[in-house]
């Protein structure tokens, strides 16, 4: 993925931001879904009563055993990353830069529960479209910083958690 040069923002109080889990914190991990104690198995064979027993058992799996959390944390701080405080909350948010001078700036939010890690697959097409057989023009022709911001939302990843109701998506999105 061409990010280019981790761009500068414009607010002071934007400050650089690099993913490092601790492999205790991992490792605690995968002992707890190791540790997990599964329901007995559903009563009917389809899934008119919820996930079946068999796919919530190969998924622990895969996090306990399989997921490369090493290689997820370096595709995370491959990208220019900032926190910065909004309303006394801390907000994590990945900041790449468009090299057309003419793209419309974009916020682009993950829905729950999920993360900015399923949106990385969209940065480079609306980053760069012509990397992806379009068009410059694909970009918007507006005359504005050339960006996308990938904010985590408040309480999920790495942004800070917030202490009182009130912070749904409709907050969310008029603070942003």
């Given at each position: 993925?061409?990010?280019?040069?981790?761009?500068?923002?414009?607010?002071?109080?934007?400050?650089?931001?690099?993913?490092?889990?601790?492999?205790?914190?991992?490792?605690?991990?995968?002992?707890?879904?190791?540790?997990?104690?599964?329901?007995?198995?559903?009563?009917?064979?389809?899934?008119?009563?919820?996930?079946?027993?068999?796919?919530?058992?190969?998924?622990?799996?895969?996090?306990?055993?399989?997921y490369d959390w090493r290689r997820c944390e370096a595709?995370?701080?491959?990208?220019?990353q900032f926190t910065t405080e909004i309303d006394g909350l801390g907000i994590n948010f990945?900041?790449?830069?468009?090299?057309?001078?003419?793209?419309?700036?974009?916020?682009?939010?993950?829905?729950?529960?999920?993360?900015?890690?399923?949106?990385?697959?969209?940065?480079?097409?609306?980053?760069?479209?012509?990397?992806?057989?379009?068009?410059?023009?694909?970009?918007?022709?507006?005359?504005?910083?050339?960006?996308?911001?990938?904010?985590?939302?408040?309480?999920?990843?790495?942004?800070?958690?917030?202490?009182?109701?009130?912070?749904?998506?409709?907050?969310?999105?008029?603070?942003?």
């Amino acid at each position: 993925m061409s990010t280019g040069a981790a761009p500068m923002t414009a607010d002071p109080a934007d400050r650089p931001f690099r993913v490092d889990i601790a492999e205790e914190a991992v490792a605690d991990l995968r002992r707890r879904i190791a540790g997990w104690r599964p329901p007995e198995r559903e009563p009917v064979d389809d899934q008119s009563q919820g996930v079946q027993l068999a796919t919530v058992r190969d998924l622990a799996s895969y996090w306990a055993m399989e997921y490369d959390w090493r290689r997820c944390e370096a595709k995370l701080n491959a990208l220019p990353q900032f926190t910065t405080e909004i309303d006394g909350l801390g907000i994590n948010f990945i900041h790449v830069k468009s090299p057309h001078e003419d793209a419309l700036p974009l916020i682009v939010s993950h829905g729950w529960p999920g993360s900015v890690i399923e949106q990385l697959k969209i940065i480079e097409p609306l980053t760069n479209p012509t990397g992806q057989g379009g068009s410059a023009s694909d970009t918007f022709d507006v005359v504005l910083p050339s960006d996308v911001v990938l904010p985590s939302l408040p309480g999920y990843g790495f942004p800070g958690k917030p202490v009182a109701t009130g912070w749904g998506l409709d907050c969310i999105a008029r603070k942003g």
